[in-house]
């Protein structure tokens, strides 16, 4: 297991110079009336785990969805290996970013096997299905112990251990997580955290997560975007965010 020892940031010092494997430019959602995100732009480098925070209304979830095409963009691009991003959900799974929403949405009649293989439904490759289930849950063994078992059985910090599982049985490169510990006991939030490090560490998964736990999440990422009022107000390690008040500001309403 990998220990929660604050990150250093040493993959983003090592991403300077090189492109960003995702990078967003100018990006803004409406939904009606409401702007959502407001020309917002960010980068993201192949081996970091980069959170984004703020506000419940902030954006953040937008921010993920817009990547994924669940969004109305209005304006600005998203780039994926330098190239823009413009296809179907599905099609953006296929090009290596996968993405696991808020409130695990397991399939409750299915067993944790079959959940799995919801991952990538798309893959006519049985050898390298199996490959892939075998992988999954060599990293997360309670999904072998419980394969054969429905997800309704389980408990709510092991779906969401699966709905992890499944985001990996497309095999990303990117993996986006909104909310990986919503209504989770802290026990539960700290193992959770910790396998999200492992994913990064043992399987080189880029990773980008919305995180309402700031504590915990600081713990484990390169970097982070702190967003009010659908804007970038600040780009930084969790030491700067740590050395500042912008999050006193934010939460406070005072940015």
């Known amino acids: 297991m990998v220990s929660l020892s604050n990150r250093t940031g040493t993959n983003s010092m090592e991403a300077n110079g090189n492109p960003p494997l ?140 699966l709905a992890l599982g499944r985001g990996l049985m497309a095999s990303p490169e990117l993996l986006l997580l909104d909310e990986p510990t919503l209504g989770l006991a802290p026990i539960i939030v700290r193992e959770v955290f910790s396998k999200v490090a492992e994913i990064s560490e043992r399987l080189n998964t880029t990773i980008m997560v919305v995180e309402h736990n700031i504590k915990g999440v600081l713990d484990i990422v390169d970097r982070a975007y702190v967003l009010d009022k659908g804007t970038v107000v600040h780009n930084g390690t969790p030491q700067s965010i740590r050395d500042t008040d912008i999050l006193t500001q934010v939460f406070l309403g005072s940015a």
């Open 22 to 161: 995702l990078e967003l430019t100018g990006i803004s959602v409406e939904y009606g009336a409401v702007r959502a995100l407001d020309d917002i732009s960010m980068q993201i480098h192949a081996g970091e785990i980069v959170a984004v925070m703020g506000p419940n209304g902030a954006g953040k979830s937008t921010v993920l969805k817009a990547v994924m095409g669940l969004a109305p963009v209005v304006s600005g691009t998203v780039y994926w290996r330098e190239q823009q991003l413009a296809a179907e959900t599905h099609e953006i799974v296929k090009e290596g970013i996968a993405f696991v929403p808020q409130g695990r949405r397991v399939f409750t009649h299915l067993t944790i096997a079959e959940n799995l293989e919801m991952g990538c439904i798309y893959l006519n490759d049985r050898a390298e299905k199996f490959r892939r289930l075998d992988s999954v849950m060599e990293l997360f063994p309670v999904l072998y112990e419980k394969r054969r078992d429905y997800a309704s059985q389980m408990s709510g910090g092991q779906q969401q251990m």
